[in-house]
């Protein structure tokens, strides 16, 4: 049974508040865990959420302002400190790698030798992430800053009455998975497609701070959880063009553009206090008419069941 959540952190954006951390996000996806933009306090939010250091398999950084990345020295130190023996691959853009530095040995402490760094640069990168493949794709901000997009392969679904038709039953049902076809008693060959049905991959993508620009799209076509920066409300769109971030109605707009199926709104600025956190969801479904979800600290987000065909 697959196991996809996002563990919701932290949601605030420059400056935390009394109810909203720095940012954090641990997304959990068949055994492993993707922490994307460890800010200030990622460490503790962890221990209040009920993960550990344990649980992340990757630590993405989509830039190197502080609400992003100050949570990095902790996460680091607490890998090294918890004995952490599986590979943890970092990814951040490689023009910040000066600050990655900085961050990684940001203290004197018992090292590790388990991370494995992958600096991204260039309009896409793609890297091997297990049961998916992780893509970063450049976004416009005033510092370097990329967003993540995670793809599952398509697949099959067994149709077990179509298995029973042609006989095929106990391991040779594995092995058609496996190999493509398997004989049947009666001798006949029998191909996978024969006994299944198309099983489209799932996706999620990450978009921290940006303005519209065609990464966003990019990283947003189609994904079933779309996890994006709503920094602003509408009344404030020019601050936030000229600050490189998104309004929740602009991120609303890229959820119903790209065909998205759950929108979950995030990186709040401080300016907005909990009475006026309606009006995202609202400015949000102005234009999307899907699944949209206000993040708050500590909560988890389920990524919605498969479409199955």
């Known amino acids: 049974m697959s196991h996809r959540e996002l563990v919701v952190l932290g949601t605030s954006s420059a400056v935390p508040t009394r109810h909203r951390n720095h940012n954090g996000y641990l997304l959990r996806w068949d055994g492993q865990g993707f ?110 800053s990329y967003g993540y997009r995670l793809d599952e392969p398509d697949g099959h679904r067994m149709v077990p009455e179509l298995l029973a038709e042609r006989g095929v ?34 996706s999620a993508a990450f978009v921290m701070d940006t303005r519209l620009c065609e990464g966003v799209f990019a990283l947003a076509e189609g994904v079933d959880l779309l996890v994006i920066e709503s920094t602003f409300l509408s009344g404030e769109t020019e601050l936030a063009s000229r600050y490189g971030h998104l309004t929740a109605e602009q991120a609303g707009l890229v959820a119903a553009e790209s065909g998205v199926r759950r929108l979950v709104l ?16 609202d400015e949000a479904r102005r234009h999307f008419d899907g699944d949209v979800v206000l993040a708050h600290d500590l909560e988890r987000i389920a990524v919605p069941r498969r479409v199955v065909g």
């Open 35 to 144: 922490l994307f933009d460890p800010g200030e306090g990622t460490q503790r939010q962890m221990l209040f959420a009920g993960v550990g250091s344990h649980d992340v398999t990757w630590i993405c950084v989509t830039h190197f302002h502080g609400d992003h990345c100050l949570g990095v020295p902790g996460i680091v130190q607490r890998i090294a400190r918890d004995g952490v023996s599986h590979r943890v691959s970092a990814v951040f853009p490689a023009s910040g790698e000066v600050y990655w530095r900085r961050l990684r040995h940001a203290s004197s402490f018992a090292d590790t030798e388990v991370i494995v760094e992958h600096p991204v640069s260039g309009e896409e990168a793609r890297l091997d992430a297990g049961p998916v493949t992780l893509t970063a794709r450049p976004l416009s901000h005033p510092v370097d």
């Open 169 to 202: 039953r106990g391991p040779a049902i594995g092995e058609l998975q496996r190999t493509g076809t398997v004989v049947a008693p009666d001798g006949a060959t029998v191909r996978l497609e024969e006994c299944s049905r198309p099983r489209p991959g799932q």
């Open 266 to 281: 995030t990186h709040l600025s401080e300016r907005y206090g909990p009475d006026e956190e309606p009006r995202f969801l």
